[in-house]
């Protein structure tokens, strides 16, 4: 019997947290990681401290920087001992050597091309089918993305995220009720978000690029800014679009006790806040991170008109 995608990415995950020492170490670390539970607009959500993530984090997305670094993801690149799996002969699915999850993989694109997620959401969607263990999750080139020059998506291991964990507990303030797809706004959770549900890879499709277009794109950029998550349960695929409107929040400027370095990604905004600084878990409060979402997103009062011309 033919072996499924998933038991081909457990069987490497495993052999590389056995055969790959950075990696082994890393999610070794992941299991004493601290973590802190807060309350946004009573919603439950998480901080962690995780220093392996400053990287991420801190990265250098600038023009400049990139030009003089080689690609991380490019398949000539990787380290040697870091080893894949394709899929559909345009990705490599890789085990994630600096995880936030306990399980966590990167998909990169074969093709060294721009983050760019148009054109790509039915691949993201196929992922989430054929791993349905896992949420799947795209950070725009100025919304977390560490390598903005290279295609690719992320995934973590279900039940880690709110979003995803509690999403039935939800309300959901209906845009489009279809009897094959429906779209809602998260009307309670603190950052603003559509929310996609449906039977049909290219009905969410289709939907999806109507957002894209309705969104704008800032000089100098090639995409508007967004974080995606995506995963498949209940016979459906669900796809959480959080529009975004800064990179980075004042606080990643701030200096002295004024500065949290903190870089918000799509795990943020599915509810898990990183931090990579001990000083900076020790102090964040609700407040500042009720700040920092409402610096970096798309308030929901512009999401409502953008489901408006949706429905015109």
């Not at 801190?58 to 023009?63: L, S």
């Not at 990787?78 to 993989?105: A, C, R, S």
């Not at 890879?201 to 289709?206: A, P, R, S, T």
């Not at 004024?258 to 609700?286: Q, W």
Request: with cysteine; hydrophobic share 35%; net charge neutral.
């Amino acid at each position: 019997m033919a072996t499924t995608l998933a038991e081909e990415v457990e069987k490497i995950r495993n052999s590389q947290l056995q055969e790959w020492a950075l990696a082994k170490v890393n999610y070794d670390n992941l299991r004493t990681v601290k973590t802190k539970k807060i309350v946004i607009d009573g919603i439950p959500m998480i901080i962690q401290f995780n220093p392996k993530r400053i990287t991420s984090s801190a990265a250098k997305v600038d023009t400049k920087s990139i030009q003089e670094r080689k690609c991380f993801l490019c398949p000539d690149n990787l380290p040697e001992q870091q080893k894949g799996i394709d899929f559909i002969g345009k990705y490599l699915i890789l085990v994630n050597p600096f995880p936030i999850f306990p399980k966590h993989l990167t998909i990169p694109s074969y093709k060294h091309e721009p983050q760019q997620i148009k054109g790509k959401v039915a691949d993201m969607l196929e992922l989430a089918y054929r791993l349905q263990d896992y949420v799947f999750f795209y950070n725009g080139p100025k919304c977390g993305a560490s390598a903005p020059d290279h295609l690719h998506f992320q995934a973590g291991n279900k039940g880690f995220l709110p979003i995803e964990k509690d999403f039935d507990s939800f309300e959901k303030e209906n845009i489009i009720t279809k009897s094959n797809i429906r779209i809602s706004l998260l009307a309670d959770y603190p950052c603003g978000t559509f929310m996609m549900e449906s039977e049909d890879i290219l009905l969410i499709d289709e939907y999806f690029n109507k957002i894209y277009q309705a969104l704008e794109i800032k000089p100098e950029e090639y995409e508007p800014m967004m974080n995606v998550l995506a995963w498949y349960s209940q016979d459906r695929y669900k796809l959480c679009f959080f529009p975004r409107v800064q990179h980075r929040p004042s606080c990643f400027y701030g200096e002295g006790e004024n500065n949290i370095l903190i870089s918000p990604a799509s795990v943020d905004m599915g509810g898990v806040f990183i931090t990579p600084l001990e000083k900076d878990f020790d102090k964040i409060k609700e407040g500042d991170v009720s700040k920092i979402i409402r610096e970096v997103c798309l308030d929901k009062a512009s999401l409502r008109k953008i489901a408006d011309r949706l429905n015109a």
